[in-house]
C-alpha cells in the first residue's frame, strides 16, 4: 500500500488532458515494510506539509498509512512535534498494522473495520491504544466502506461533537466581558 501525498497545484490555464498528465509527474511516497526503518524522515516531511497547507483538524488514513498517522499522534500527545496548531481527530480506515508503542492515548478516534478484511484483528488491536475510540464495524473487507444508513448516523455522531465545537468557538463574542 502506498501513502500518497499529493499537493494541489495552484490555478492555471492548461487544458483539462495536459493538467491530468501533470498527476503521474508528482511524488509519489510509499513504504513497503513498515517498521523495519527509521519514520522521523517521513514524519518530518508531513509535519511540514501540516504546518505550511493547515490547518487541518486532523487525520484520515487507510491501511499501512495508519501506522504513520498512529506514529505521528504519538509523537503529537507526548508534544514532540513541532505543529503550529491543535489536532482535533484522527479516522483510521482499515488499518493493517499493530502500533509498535504501548501509549495509550488520549485522542479521540474514530476505527473503521471490516469483518471480511484480512488485516480485521490488527485494525482492532490498534483501537485498544486509544482511551474513547469509537469502532465502526462494517461487513466489507480491506476497503472504504459502503456505510448503512446506521453506520452514517454513527460517523456523523462522531463528527458532530466537532462540528458543534468549532461553531461555538467560532460565535464566541471577540471581545468578552466578565
Known amino acids: 500500500f502506498f501513502f500518497l501525498m499529493i499537493r494541489r497545484p495552484p490555478r492555471s490555464t492548461q487544458s483539462r488532458s495536459s493538467a491530468a498528465s501533470d498527476v503521474y509527474k508528482r511524488q509519489i511516497y510509499g513504504w513497503p515494510k513498515l517498521g523495519s526503518f527509521d519514520l522521523s524522515e517521513s514524519k518530518e516531511r508531513i509535519v511540514k506539509i501540516l504546518n505550511e497547507e493547515g490547518p487541518f483538524d486532523g487525520f484520515v488514513s487507510f491501511s499501512q498509512g495508519c501506522f504513520l498517522s498512529h506514529e505521528l499522534l504519538t509523537d503529537y500527545t507526548k508534544k514532540l512535534l513541532d505543529l503550529k496548531y491543535n489536532l482535533r481527530l484522527a ?56 456505510l448503512s444508513q446506521a453506520e452514517v448516523r454513527k460517523v456523523r455522531k462522531f463528527f458532530d461533537r466537532f462540528i458543534q465545537e468549532k461553531k461555538e468557538f467560532l460565535n464566541m463574542p471577540k471581545n468578552p466581558r466578565l
Not at 123 to 142: A, F, M, N, Q
Request: proline letters at 9%; charged letters at 20%; glycine letters at 8%.
Open 91 to 146: 479516522v483510521f480506515i482499515g488499518a493493517y498494522t499493530f502500533p509498535h508503542r504501548v501509549d495509550l492515548l488520549d485522542f479521540p478516534t474514530m476505527h473503521m473495520v471490516g469483518k471480511l478484511d484480512p488485516g480485521f484483528y490488527q485494525g482492532l488491536v490498534l483501537s485498544t491504544k486509544y482511551v474513547r475510540p469509537v469502532i465502526l464495524i462494517h461487513d466489507e473487507g480491506h476497503k472504504v466502506p459502503r
